[in-house]
């Protein structure tokens, strides 16, 4: 079974750049989500993908977009880079779509660094 | 609106003793489920245990154990026999109906260390 895997592993980006971020499902997994995760702080939920359809957002702002593919892979698409937009980007993926008992699968994530 | 409260930022254990990490949530759902993560150095978020809201029993995973007390909303993880291993961060979560999808919401944290 394969796990989720995230790409690239670090990231450099100039203010004012675009990024896109990778994300590679879990085997079987139909619910793919994206984290911020910011120093010292939890995970803040960015937004959620359910068979390729957008079913959850966070308190974040349009720049911020994403996109499922048929196999359930994702990108997390940020626009015009801001310094406080640097930090751990998490992808999740759950079994059983969207319910209270899914739990999580996460990737190591992708460390953007934003000068 | 969902709320997770952490109030350790770190807590410090001997190796083979027990440990508990406190976790406090509100919501106004009836149905929700209760989560612990573990947050090794390298930044994967491992999910450790769940609890759902109508859950009677209080859930258990080897050396973890979540004490739930739903009257008081707390949802406390218990590690028993601590691990050199166990040193990480770890995050309470919760998942609820919110807008028509479950949107999980996480605490801030609590920084383990175990001595040996």
């Known amino acids: 079974e394969t796990g989720v895997t995230q790409s690239p592993t670090h990231l450099i980006k100039t203010r004012g750049q675009q990024v896109t971020l990778r994300c590679s499902s879990q085997s079987g997994h139909n619910t793919v989500s994206w984290y911020q995760q910011a120093l010292g702080q939890g995970p803040q939920f960015i937004f959620q993908y359910y068979r390729e359809e957008e079913n959850g957002r966070g308190n974040f702002p349009p720049r911020f977009s994403g996109l499922q593919f048929p196999n359930y892979s994702s990108e997390l698409n940020v626009n015009a880079l801001e310094l406080d937009d640097s930090a751990l980007y998490l992808c999740?993926?759950?079994?059983?779509?969207?319910?209270?008992?899914?739990?999580?699968?996460f990737g190591n994530g992708t460390r953007l660094t934003v000068t | 609106a969902q709320k997770i409260t952490q109030t350790q930022p770190g807590m410090f254990v001997q190796e083979k003793e027990a440990v508990t990490l406190d976790c406090t949530y509100d919501?106004?759902?009836?149905?929700?489920?209760l989560f612990w993560y573990k947050q090794p150095s390298s930044g994967e978020m491992i999910f450790l245990i769940y609890?759902?809201?109508?859950?009677?029993q209080n859930a258990t995973e080897g050396r973890y154990s979540l004490n739930f007390q739903k009257a008081r909303k707390s949802a406390n993880l218990v590690i028993s026999a601590s691990q050199l291993g166990d040193s990480a961060m770890y995050f309470c979560a919760m998942r609820g109906p919110s807008g028509g999808s479950y949107i999980p919401t996480f605490g801030r944290g609590t920084s383990l260390i175990v001595h040996p």
């Open positions: 999740a993926s759950s079994l059983v779509g969207d319910s209270v008992e899914s739990p999580l699968h």
């Open positions: 919501t106004s759902d009836q149905s929700y489920g």
């Open positions: 609890q759902g809201s109508y859950d009677e």
